[in-house]
């Protein structure tokens, strides 16, 4: 890889200086990377959505759509595979940071788990967000970014995921490493460890099937509540817009790594 160095833009840190950057969201299709789209949009910077499921895709793109003036692109593919990311990124143009928050927590306890059945949801983690890297640095101007996502199951742990989170630890030190090797490109990557979010995805994980629900079990938080998708997702845009971070681990959890 090049070492050559690159100038690093000094533009406003505030999300308004996305406006026309295209910004790439694997696993965009719902929850945190459909708010980040959605709030993406609302600057006016160019989204593509990279996912697995097309009718879910198409669903979140017509969604992004009713934006006015919205670019919005739907890619179906795996985003853990370092051929599909090439393409989305080719297909996308040329794009400007990239956001990651595809990925599962639970992977079943120690001993009665095989090790087959926690490989997918682990590698599919690590290694997506090491092609991913590999995929964007050959394509990322210098202050393009790379987010990605971690949890704060990281430093609480819960029973039934030591794999899962062991996955996530892999994530925050790709993420420093990635920072120091990218860093004479210009290229930023941070990461993103997310309390509890009420998206689908932790409804489901939870057992939470409905407002009431997930409203009860907030309420031992200390701020009373889970975040919104928007919320967390409105952290991957500061880190987009900030061409001085990198290398940053940002804790958006209301509190929750303290009780």
Known sequence: M???????????????????RTVLIVGGSSGIGLAAGALLTSVSARVAL???????????????????????????????????????????????????????????????????????????????AYGTARAAARRLPAGGSITFSSGHYLTRPVPGASAAIASIGAIEGLTRALAVELAPRRQRVNAIRFGVVDTPLARGALGLADDAAMAAAGQGTPLGRFATAEEAASAALFLMANNFMTGTVVTVDGGQALV
């Open 2 to 20: 090049s070492t050559t160095l690159a100038p690093m833009p000094v533009t406003s840190p505030l999300p308004t200086a996305l406006e026309g």
């Open 50 to 128: 990279l996912a697995r499921d097309p009718a879910r895709l198409a669903a979140a793109v017509d969604r992004l759509r009713t934006t006015p003036g919205a670019s919005v692109t739907g890619i179906a593919g795996d985003g853990t595979a370092e051929d599909v990311l090439d393409q989305a990124l080719d297909q996308a143009g040329p794009v400007d940071h990239v956001l990651v928050t595809a990925g599962v927590l639970g992977t079943g306890a120690l001993l009665d788990t095989p090790r087959d059945q926690v490989r997918e949801a682990v590698e599919g983690r690590i290694w997506g």
